[in-house]
């Protein structure tokens, strides 16, 4: 008998995350599901811990996009099938279409669920894994801008703590923000401040078209990059532009910055 497939499921909202739970249980009841998970980091790491046959990706997720995370699973798990899940309108479905891309609208439908699994288990018969790296590149060009235009009232500013003061600080002036127990650090060119907010709220409000996380802790302003410096081991140090710090990069981002 064969073995189960095993699967990765990454969607940040609840309700749209727990009915594709469901369908998935009733369509294809002997799925293994290794991971699920809420924003894209963690379902980068997820997938390249688990090498799972199958990451169902929504679209939209904090720090890193569905799109991002499909980018790096290509060298950290190549072998990984990825369906993506959009709450997209029909026009941009069709860069989808082109492609001939595996992917499922919100709210996902049983028959369209049905079909996607029945594809699934025809390229694993046949050995075929993941998405194709230019027709990525394509599906990434089309839909990246497009996203980032759609995204929902992203952030203009923050509100933020230096020792006694209180700071109205531009988003567009912040070179990286991290994780510091409960709070987190909001970093420019000339201040460093403290946000009441974690760095998973803060990933949900940032454009992630510009805001990519590269360390489980670090969310780093892509326009802010000066360059990024690979070890023996694979991770990365990543440098930034006016500032005399380094920021380690996890060796499950640095395919971010393969084209750098």
Not at 14 to 41: Q, S, Y
Not at 219 to 231: E, G, I
Request: a negative charge; hydrophobic letters at 45%.
């Amino acid at each position: 008998m064969s073995k189960p497939m095993t699967a990765v499921v990454a969607e940040d909202e609840d309700l749209f995350r727990e009915a594709l739970l469901k369908l998935l249980k009733e369509t294809w009841p002997d799925l293994t599901i290794a991971a699920i998970c809420e924003d894209g980091g963690s379902a980068l790491e997820a997938i390249e811990a688990h090498q799972p046959d199958v990451a169902f990706l929504d679209i939209r997720m904090p720090g890193l996009t569905g799109l991002d995370v499909a980018a790096a699973a290509l060298d950290a798990s190549p072998l990984t099938q990825i369906v993506f899940v959009t709450a997209y309108d029909q026009y941009a479905i069709a860069a989808f279409d082109r492609g001939a891309v595996d992917y499922l609208q919100k709210p996902v439908a049983k028959d369209r669920l049905t079909a996607t699994i029945e594809r699934i288990k025809a390229r694993a018969a046949r050995s075929q894994g993941g998405l194709d790296p230019a027709l990525l590149e394509t599906l990434m060009r089309e839909l990246g801008a497009r996203g980032s235009r759609e995204a929902e009232d992203p952030l203009q500013w923050v509100t933020a703590s230096v020792g006694r003061e209180t700071r109205l600080i531009q988003v567009e002036e912040i070179l990286y923000c991290q994780s510091d127990t409960k709070y987190t650090a909001i970093v420019t060119h000339d201040t460093e401040a403290l946000v009441r907010t974690s760095l998973s709220d803060l990933m949900r409000r940032l454009n992630p078209a510009q805001f990519k996380q590269v360390h489980r802790a670090t969310v780093v302003n892509m326009k802010a990059v000066a360059s990024v410096a690979r070890d023996e081991s694979g991770r990365g140090t990543l440098k930034l532009k006016g500032r005399p710090e380094t920021l380690a990069v996890s060796l499950t981002y640095m395919p971010l910055f393969k084209n750098m």
